[in-house]
């Protein structure tokens, strides 16, 4: 099995700043996609900002001018910066990976515990 924990969330005024971490631990052979996702109230889960195995990085359009994702494979984290934050920013963030279980190579989707993250005067 494999355990994602976040940590970083809160308040933060408009235009401000935060850093959320998330870091796996358990069986992990390798570390394939990662990504983070948002939820807002009444609304469905979206994606934010991605890095597939390949490499690179994706974002939905209305954070690309403003966040960043970044990973650190030695340390199995993934961290998102989140910079000019405006208040559409408020919502339940979720990192997500995909991961090859160190035993057998069987891939998994694995989900954090979300972390609130309110954008707010």
């Known amino acids: 099995q494999v355990q994602l924990v976040e940590s970083g969330g809160g308040l933060v005024q408009p235009g401000g700043s935060l850093r959320l971490s998330c870091t796996a631990s358990g069986s992990i052979g390798v570390i394939l996609d990662i990504g983070w996702f948002r939820q807002a109230p009444g609304e469905q889960r979206e994606l934010v900002a991605h890095?597939?195995?390949?490499?690179?990085?994706n974002y939905a359009n209305s954070v690309k001018d403003g966040f960043t994702i970044s990973r650190d494979n030695a340390k199995n984290t993934m961290v998102l910066h989140m910079n000019s934050q405006k208040p559409a920013d408020t919502a339940v963030y979720f990192c997500?990976?995909?991961?090859?279980?160190?035993?057998?190579?069987?891939?998994?989707?694995?989900w954090g515990q979300g972390t609130q993250v309110t954008v707010s005067s």
């Open positions: 890095i597939p195995r390949g490499g690179g990085t």
């Open positions: 997500n990976a995909r991961v090859a279980a160190a035993r057998d190579g069987r891939l998994g989707d694995y």
